[in-house]
C-alpha cells in the first residue's frame, strides 16, 4: 500500500457515482503527491546554479535597492559552498558585478553586492539574459540553474522591449535547463511581462507592495527550492472513448482533449500539485457495468536527473439512479479546489474592469463572489482584502493583486493534509504551502532578519 513516503497519484470525483442513462459532467480531482521530506540525514546534493539580476535603476535608489540587496544577500548566506552564483545589475546598461563561480567563504559575492548603486532606465531584458548565459554553461550537472530577477519597472530600453519576446526567451532558456522566477516591486512594475516570464521559463513569480514586502516570497524562494522533490512534472490522462476531458487550471497542456499531457509545476516534499478536470460522460456510458472513467500516469525526475516512479491510478464509479444521486455528498476538497479556480477566474474578470475604471463592476463581482464562496475560509479573506483595494481605487495595485492571486489560486502547491476550514494552522506549515491573504504583503515574516519559525 501507498504511504507518505512513497509518490502518489490520488483521484477524487466531486461525487462517487454517475446518473444512470444520463449525459452528464463530472468533476475530477486529481492530486500528485510527492513524499515527505526524509528523516534522515540529508545527503550530498548537486549544486544549485543561481544569477541573482539586480534592477538598479533610478526607480530603485533607497529602500528598495537596500531591501533588493539585502533579499540577495539572504539567498548568497543559504548556498553551500559548492553551489554556483553570478550576480547582475542593470539599468540602461547590464553589468555583471560577480562572475558565475562557486561561491566559497561568500566574501566576494558580499562585497559585489556592496557595490550596487542607483542607475539610470531599464534594460530588463538585457540584464535577464546576462544573468541566464551566465548559468547555462553549468546548467547540465546543477540540481536547479536559475535566473532570479528583481525589477520594479518596465522594459523600457535594450535590444528587446516587448513582453511575448521576452517571455518566449524565457521558454527557450528553460528548455536548456535555466529557469526564471521573477519578483516584482510596487506599482509600477510590468505584472503581465513578470509573470509571464516566469510562468514560461519554468520559474515562480512573486510581487512586493513594498520593498519591506519582498523578503518574504525570497525565503519562500529558497524554502522551496531546497525541498525540491519532483521536477519536469507531466500528467497524462486517458479516458474511455466518448468521454471528453477538459482541463478546468490553465496549465500548458500537449495533445489533445481526448489524452491530454498536462504541464504540472515542481513538487517539494510534502507537498501536492493538483489538476482539476471535467468530464462530459454520455449516456451510453452511464450505466452500470462501464468501463473506468479516467486514468491518471505521472513522469517526473528527481533533482538529480532520476526518473521519480508514480503508480498509476485509476478512477471508476458507480452509476445509481437521479434520486439516489442526490443523496450522495459532494467531496469538500473536491469542492475547494474548483471554488479557488472559479474565484481566480472572476479576479481576472474583475481586474479588466479595473483596468477601465469600472468599479461598480468590480464591487458588484466581488459581493457577487462572497455570497457565491461563503463556505471556503481562505477565498473569503482573499475577497474581503480585494475589496478593501478596489475602495481605494488604485488601479495599479489592483491589478497586481488580482493577477497575482488568480494564479495562485489556478495552480498552486498545497500541503498534502491541507486544513479545509481553517487557516490558523498556516503559520507552521511549509512557506510554499501557505496560503496567503495577499499575495504583495508579508503575511508570516514581517522582518527580514526575524528567524525561521
Avoid at 106 to 117: M, V
Avoid at 120 to 125: A, M, P
Avoid at 383 to 408: C, P
Avoid at 415 to 443: C, D, M, N, T, Y
Wanted: proline share 6%; aromatic share 6%; net charge negative.
Amino acid at each position: 500500500m501507498p504511504d507518505a513516503n512513497t509518490p502518489r497519484i490520488l483521484i477524487h470525483p466531486l461525487k462517487p457515482a454517475l446518473i444512470a442513462a444520463l449525459p452528464q459532467k463530472l468533476p475530477v480531482l486529481v492530486r500528485i503527491q510527492a513524499p515527505d521530506s526524509p528523516s534522515e540525514e540529508k545527503k550530498a546534493r548537486q549544486p544549485y546554479c543561481f544569477a541573482l539580476v539586480v534592477d538598479r535603476s533610478g526607480s530603485m535608489a533607497g529602500e528598495p535597492l537596500v531591501e533588493a540587496v539585502r533579499c540577495a544577500r539572504h539567498i548568497v548566506d543559504r548556498l553551500e559552498p559548492s553551489d554556483t552564483a553570478a550576480l547582475v545589475v542593470f539599468d540602461d546598461r547590464v553589468r555583471i558585478v560577480a562572475p558565475a563561480a562557486p561561491v566559497g567563504d561568500r566574501k566576494a559575492l558580499h562585497t559585489a553586492l556592496a557595490t550596487i548603486q542607483p542607475g539610470g532606465s531599464t534594460n530588463l531584458h538585457g540584464g535577464w539574459q546576462a544573468g541566464a548565459d551566465a548559468l547555462l554553461p553549468d546548467s547540465a550537472g546543477a540540481a536547479i540553474a536559475r535566473v532570479i530577477l528583481l525589477s520594479d519597472g518596465n522594459a523600457n530600453v535594450g535590444a528587446l522591449t516587448d513582453s511575448d519576446g521576452i517571455a518566449a526567451c524565457c521558454a527557450r532558456a528553460a528548455e536548456a535547463g535555466v529557469t526564471t522566477s521573477t519578483y516584482g516591486l510596487g506599482r509600477n512594475f510590468n505584472e503581465d511581462l513578470m509573470v509571464a516570464m516566469a510562468e514560461r521559463g519554468g520559474g515562480n513569480h512573486y510581487y512586493g507592495d513594498t520593498a519591506a514586502d519582498l523578503f518574504e516570497p525570497f525565503a519562500e524562494e529558497f524554502d522551496f527550492i531546497s525541498s525540491l522533490c519532483a521536477r519536469h512534472v507531466r500528467l497524462s490522462l486517458a479516458a474511455p472513448q466518448g468521454v471528453t476531458i477538459r482541463l478546468l487550471n490553465d496549465y500548458p497542456v500537449d495533445g489533445d482533449g481526448v489524452m491530454p499531457v498536462v504541464r504540472l509545476p515542481d513538487i517539494a516534499f510534502g507537498a501536492e500539485a493538483w489538476a482539476l478536470v471535467e468530464l462530459e460522460v454520455p449516456a451510453t456510458l452511464a450505466r452500470a457495468g462501464a468501463a473506468p472513467l479516467l486514468q491518471a500516469a505521472v513522469t517526473a525526475a528527481t533533482p538529480e536527473g532520476l526518473p521519480l516512479a508514480f503508480a498509476d491510478a485509476t478512477l471508476a464509479v458507480d452509476v445509481v439512479a437521479a434520486a439516489v444521486w442526490e443523496t450522495l455528498l459532494e467531496d469538500p476538497l473536491v469542492v475547494a479546489r474548483r471554488a479557488e479556480i472559479e474565484a481566480g477566474k472572476l479576479l481576472a474578470r474583475a481586474r479588466q474592469a479595473a483596468e477601465y475604471g469600472d468599479w461598480g463592476a468590480v464591487e458588484q463581482m466581488l459581493a457577487e463572489a462572497r455570497q457565491r464562496f461563503a463556505s471556503q475560509p481562505w477565498v473569503i479573506q482573499v475577497l474581503e482584502s480585494m475589496v478593501d483595494i478596489a475602495r481605494s481605487m488604485d488601479s495599479a495595485r489592483f491589478r497586481k493583486e488580482a493577477l497575482y492571486t488568480s494564479r495562485k489560486m489556478d495552480g498552486r502547491l498545497s500541503a498534502k493534509a491541507e486544513l479545509l476550514g481553517s487557516l490558523a494552522a498556516e503559520a507552521a506549515v511549509p512557506s510554499f504551502v501557505r496560503r496567503k491573504v495577499a499575495q504583495g504583503k508579508a503575511q508570516f515574516r514581517k522582518q527580514p532578519d526575524e528567524p525561521q519559525k
